[in-house]
């Protein structure tokens, strides 16, 4: 791709998504359509089963979305009202939602170099409520779950992870979604493994807390008799997205060798460009396997090469919105969170998904390089 070509690389292409496997939905679409089977059939089992099978886990639920399956996890552990859980302040609102939703109070840790949350920062944010560390598995890499998981030991706390953003990743050889009591995941279309709507899954080893979460997905209902046994949630994963999870997931190791491919590229096409932090290389660590979920930067000039990048037909955007949980005042959530703050001054995400060519990739590079006139 060449300057004064007309180029236009959206951070994400909605429709792509779909022309990608249009065939393959609209099969799905009829099959699916012509059975009737639209709530908890077949399909959704089979995901459910195939989800599980990949993560190794004992069970795996489809829900409406992750908030809704960080809420259940919550209630499934027994949060208490005013236990105190503390979740990286780089995140998604919804992290907190559901623990307040759930009973409990946030409670804001900083992130590290890599913006995940620092295990220092939750030794910091400890108090005599504390109750629960939720590690978010953030832009397709595991945090330093081995510092946490011994924070968490040391101090007899439960261990919940927002995996949203991780499927596939790992650290130390183990997926993340794996490391604590139960994790939930997200399916939403810009996401590693996304459906065509709003979509999550809870994924856990512990029988009990498996059996709550299958009644609090189904009104609070018992599969086995239909007895409502407590006040549950509207919250089942359509067995039509299902249907198109359970066929990309038939691939997903080619989507993350594509993911890894293009920040490969904007890895090795950056690395010398003045001002820039970039992620770890995909390559940096043997610890980590990163799935890279998002590409995201820091920079001093973020307004400026934003800019210069959409007129070059380069979309980015901010990470929620350019503010942390913490930062939005009227929540209320209180933490020490100094580097989190910083990386919400410098923070930009180039454009990273299964669409993106090689040759876009590129262009992109090419493009930063050349505003910063290197």
């Given at each position: ?10 951070f ?10 249009e ?10 359509i ?22 190794g ?5 489809g ?6 399956g ?32 759930a ?21 910091r944010?400890l ?28 101090h ?6 927002d ?25 939403y ?10 979509g ?16 609090l997905?189904?009104h ?18 359509d ?8 066929r990309?997931?038939r691939?997903?190791s ?64 901010r ?16 933490g020490?969170?100094?580097?989190t ?15 993106v060519t090689s040759?876009?990739?590129?262009y ?5 390089r ?5």
């Open positions: 791709m060449k300057k004064g070509q007309l180029v236009k690389i959206p994400f292409n909605y429709a792509g998504a779909f022309q990608s496997l065939e393959d939905f609209v099969t799905i679409f009829r099959d699916v012509k059975r009737g089977a639209f709530i908890q059939q077949s399909d959704l089992a089979d995901f459910e089963q195939h989800l599980a099978d990949y993560l886990v004992r069970h795996a639920f829900v409406a979305n992750a908030t809704d960080l809420t259940m996890i919550w209630r499934s552990v027994g949060l208490a009202a005013g236990d105190e859980v503390i979740f990286p302040s780089h995140t998604m609102v919804a992290t907190a939602a559901a623990i307040v939703h009973g409990g109070v946030p409670v804001a840790a900083d992130c590290g170099d890599d913006h995940l949350i620092d295990p220092h920062s939750i030794e944010a108090t005599s409520r504390t109750r629960a560390v939720c590690p978010v598995q953030l832009n397709g890499r595991t945090a330093e779950m081995d510092a946490i998981k011994e924070i968490c030991e040391r007899g706390l439960l261990l919940v992870e995996a949203a953003q991780a499927l596939g990743s790992k650290f130390n050889n183990q997926l993340a979604g794996t490391f604590g009591a139960a994790a939930a995941f997200s399916f279309p810009a996401k590693l493994l996304g459906c065509l709507g709003d999550g899954a809870v994924v856990t080893n512990d029988d009990e807390i498996a059996a709550q979460i299958e009644l997905r189904d609070g209902r018992s599969a086995a008799t239909g007895e409502v046994l407590t006040w549950g949630y509207n919250s089942r994963l067995n039509l997205q299902a249907a198109f999870l359970d990309q997931l691939d997903y080619e989507y993350v060798d594509v993911r890894r491919s293009i920040a490969r590229t904007y890895c090795e096409g950056l690395a010398d460009v003045p001002g820039l932090r970039l992620p770890p290389h995909p390559d940096a660590d043997a610890r980590h396997f990163d799935v890279f979920q998002n590409f995201e930067i820091e920079t001093e000039r973020r307004h400026e090469l934003q800019t210069y990048l959409a007129e070059h037909g380069v979309g980015t955007i990470q929620w919105g350019g503010r942390a949980v913490h930062q939005f005042n009227s929540l209320g959530v209180r020490d969170c100094d580097r703050e910083l990386l919400f001054e410098r923070c930009l995400m180039l454009p990273m998904n299964i669409m040759a876009e990739a590129e992109v590079v090419s493009c930063i050349e505003f910063h006139g290197v």
